[in-house]
């Protein structure tokens, strides 16, 4: 809403009144219309010290605040005796929700019980009194006029009755905030459009904010903003956040949750249609180093445990998460101190020689076996799964056949078997092919293999070596399976002898439970405590930082 304050308005509420009736101060009451629309037709409210700037209008329940016709009191009687103007400081009487510091009130103003032809004047405390009344009555009429009105000294208003005396009755339904908006910002509520509330800031310094909700409540549900569209267009939005500032840390929607209970989120987005392609949330990043929905855990950006997230997400039949993508579709870094240590992508064509269904970049790890499948050439209803072969080395080969001419024959190595693999530790093994043979090898580097044979026969050849950058491969290592946490349970991801022997190594009970005692033996302890004590403090850290964050936004 747009309007000036302080000003007499058109619109009329009539509350017939029984004669004798008595005062309901702090009653609830019928709520009416705050004036729609100022000289400009535009929603909003404009101050009269200030032509260019709005301030939003906040609604409280309808409420009584203000009745003459009962005992004497500050809201209560004295009935208003023609020429005495009498004030009220409205924030501090018996209608709740109403701050100490309002820019204006919007109220609903009642005369009656009136003892002859008159009118009522109201205006901020302290202020000048207008030249046209508020409303104006005949005698024993009942009449209302809806009004806004400044807060004055004290955040009061004054009521002047001229010619005749008459009761007076002040009803309230909300008040304008005191810190009007800059001009370059929308603060809009649309009837037919889309948004239910729209905020825009074109700042580019920190902590900019179109709408910054608050939700101060320490019990029950509540929402710092909230925002819901019930559109049956392709492009309905309950809160939409559009962030484009060029410096500074800035956000389209921030969302923050303190609260200690489960469950509490600082951005909820839930799409409960039952059919068609909706979205709880979605971010888009248009920036070539943008992204659309980052997640940071209690821990911190890097870091934490497997029971914090980043991004999280659960379904219960089909998918948690879902990576679509011309480059990597799911990615997954590990760092330590900084430095990255390992990592991988789900569903990558950047990395060299894709594209990629799973792509590690360090080692892979498998509590299980490292199957591959192919497609049954006859059944349908059936896949075939071989298992890649294991052993303890990060072992080469290549392989192929040949023929011994004048009793020699050259097998040359390839170049990329000669690239990968380490020089020392080859081996050949010679199976002659059609008749009994004495072959052997008489020369093998990584350029070539040199064999012989007694006779001319023709041969297969399997030639064996370890791949060069893990030729020191070791195979027993320190670590085991240690549990996440004590809490934690033995997983159901191993097979049975895995299971058998976790327990039977000590690292679980028979019941599955964390065994403390090996766990305070090989200082697992000591990790978890090590672990939890960096955790709280990087909790601690990110409380303080949104603190000030919070203080920063506030200023």
């Not at 009194?129 to 005698?139: D, Q, R």
């Not at 049975?496 to 697992?524: C, F, H, P, S």
């Not at 672990?531 to 709280?536: C, E, G, I, L, Y």
Request: aromatic content about 8%.
């Amino acid at each position: 809403m747009r309007l000036p304050i302080g000003a007499a308005l058109s619109t009329v509420l009539l509350f017939p009144l029984a004669a004798g009736a008595q005062a309901q101060i702090g009653a609830s009451v019928p709520n009416w219309a705050v004036p729609a629309t100022g000289p400009s037709g535009s929603p909003g409210m404009r101050t009269q010290a200030s032509a260019t700037s709005l301030v939003p209008f906040i609604g409280v329940t309808p409420c009584r605040i203000v009745d003459t016709r009962g005992p004497a009191g500050p809201f209560g009687a004295p009935s208003l005796a023609p020429g005495s103007p009498r004030s009220f400081s409205l924030f501090s009487g018996p209608c709740p929700g109403i701050p100490s510091t309002v820019a204006a009130y919007s109220l609903n103003i009642t005369a009656t019980n009136t003892m002859g032809p008159g009118f009522l004047k109201l205006y901020p405390q302290g202020g000048t009194k207008p030249v046209v009344s508020t409303l104006n009555y005949v005698a024993g009429q009942t009449v209302a006029n809806a009004a806004i009105v400044s807060a004055g000294i004290g955040g009061g208003v004054t009521v002047v009755a001229g010619a005749s005396g008459t009761d007076l009755i002040i009803d309230i339904n909300g008040y304008f905030s005191p810190t009007p908006a800059a001009s370059a910002d929308a603060f809009a509520v649309a009837n037919g459009g889309h948004y239910a509330i729209m905020g825009q800031t074109s700042g580019s310094g920190l902590n900019d904010a179109g709408i910054y909700g608050l939700a101060a409540s320490t019990i029950g549900i509540v929402d710092g903003v909230w925002g819901q569209s019930n559109s049956n267009s392709d492009f309905g939005i309950g809160v939409l956040g559009t962030e484009e500032g060029t410096s500074g840390v800035t956000y389209g929607v921030y969302g923050r949750s303190v609260s200690s209970a489960d469950g509490a989120a600082g951005v909820y987005g839930e799409s409960s249609v039952a059919n068609g392609a909706t979205i709880g949330v979605e971010g888009v990043a248009i920036s070539d180093l943008g992204t659309g929905v980052v997640g940071i855990g209690p821990a911190g950006a890097i870091g934490g445990t497997s029971a914090e997230a980043g991004i999280r997400g659960e379904d219960k039949f089909v998918r948690g998460v879902v990576g679509l993508s011309e480059g990597q579709g799911v990615a997954g870094l590990v760092y330590n101190s900084g430095t990255l240590e390992a990592g991988g992508s789900l569903g990558d064509r950047i990395a060299p020689g894709g594209p990629w269904g799973v792509l590690s970049l360090g080692n892979m790890g498998a509590t299980g076996t490292k199957p591959f499948l192919e497609v049954h050439p006859t059944d349908p209803n059936k896949v075939i799964r071989y298992v890649a072969l294991e052993g303890p080395e990060a072992g080469t080969y290549f392989r192929g056949s040949d023929e011994i001419r004048e009793g020699t024959a050259v097998i040359p190595v390839p170049e990329s078997f000669r690239h990968v693999t380490d020089k020392e530790g080859l081996t050949v093994q010679i199976t002659p092919i059609g008749a009994p043979a004495v072959i052997y090898v008489v020369a093998k580097d990584l350029d070539r293999i040199v064999v012989r044979s007694d006779r001319d026969v023709k041969f297969d050849y399997l030639v064996q070596g370890v791949r060069q950058t893990f030729k020191d491969w070791q195979v027993m290592v320190d670590g085991g399976y240690m549990p996440e946490s004590p809490q934690q349970r033995l997983p159901q991801y191993f097979s049975e002898e895995q299971k058998r022997r976790l327990i039977a190594n000590g690292t679980y009970n028979a019941d599955g439970t964390v065994n403390m005692a090996t766990a305070e033996r090989v200082g697992w302890t000591r990790i978890w405590a090590d672990r939890d004590a960096r955790r709280a403090a990087a909790v601690e850290e990110a409380w303080k930082q949104s603190i000030q964050r919070r203080s920063a936004m506030m200023r």
